[in-house]
């Protein structure tokens, strides 16, 4: 099972959306990073079908997706960052209709069903208008339409959106175990809900493929970049808008934990710390408006 991204680029006007991206996706999690205005989205589209990329192909098992045609609907999986309801309508009734919408005959609808409201938590609800839930079990119902027929492909855009952090691991714990044999790729802004669960991340920026790796191997470019020191909390803001912070905790005794990332150290004491998967994101998507491309 292979889904190859071969030279994609996404032109709108001036700007290239997505600029001749390469990939070679296998089953297991994997993990897309990127600001905001990176182009993860106009990605995930063209590998849903629903949007022709400018040039380039994608292809699964060798076959491009154009020619596949309904093929490769059957078999894909699709949450976008925002996608519609029918309010009206019951989280049971929403998820027969999507069954219907995808061809799964209505005996093994409902069994799914069933199956996909309790792995999701939303069994309790399932007679419930969509319109009375709350934004996260909206959030879940768009979850659980995804997995109705039980996809090789799963695209998945911002799903954690509006979970709280129980239904986070739960949906986590969820997706491991559905990526066996099966081809995952997760768009999130909360990194941590992909840095154990993801076997490979790819991140990009500004519309091209800026890294790709493990967990471990991604981590390695801010080695020697993340730094722990302990300042008066009376200075603590005064730090605030002179480094790239990565964390910053009040202690006991009048004292603030400073974790932060620099080439250097720029604070009296500071250690390195072991780096973790937020750190490269912050570094390289930084929040002051400065770009950082060392890696």
Known sequence: ?????????????????????????????????????AGKTTLMRIIAGIMEPTSGRVEYNGVPIQTLGERYRDLFGYLPQEFGFCHE?????????????????????????????????????????????SGGMKRRVGIAQALLNDPEVLILDEPTGGLDPGERVRFRNLLSEFAHNRIVLISTHVVPDVEYTASCHVVIKDGSLLAIGTTEELVRLVEGKVWDCTVPAERASEYEHK????????????????????????????????????????WLFPQNGEQNWRV
């Not at 009048?254 to 994101?281: C, K």
């Open 1 to 37: 099972m292979e889904l190859l991204i071969d030279h994609v680029s996404k032109q709108f006007g001036d700007k290239k959306a997505v600029d001749d991206i390469s990939l070679k996706l296998t089953p297991g999690v994997w993990g897309l990073l990127g600001a905001n205005g």
């Open 243 to 282: 480094l790239q912070l990565a964390d910053l905790r009040n202690e006991r005794g009048g004292e603030t934990s400073i974790r932060y990332l620099a080439d250097q150290p720029s604070i009296a004491g500071s250690v390195p710390a072991v780096p973790r998967l937020e750190d490269l994101y912050l």
């Open 89 to 133: 309508l019951t989280v049971w009734d929403y998820l027969e209709y999507i069954s219907a919408l995808k061809g799964i005959p209505e005996g093994r609808s409902r069994r799914k069903i069933r199956q996909l409201l309790e792995q999701v938590s939303l069994t309790e609800v399932c007679r419930k208008r969509i319109s009375n839930l």
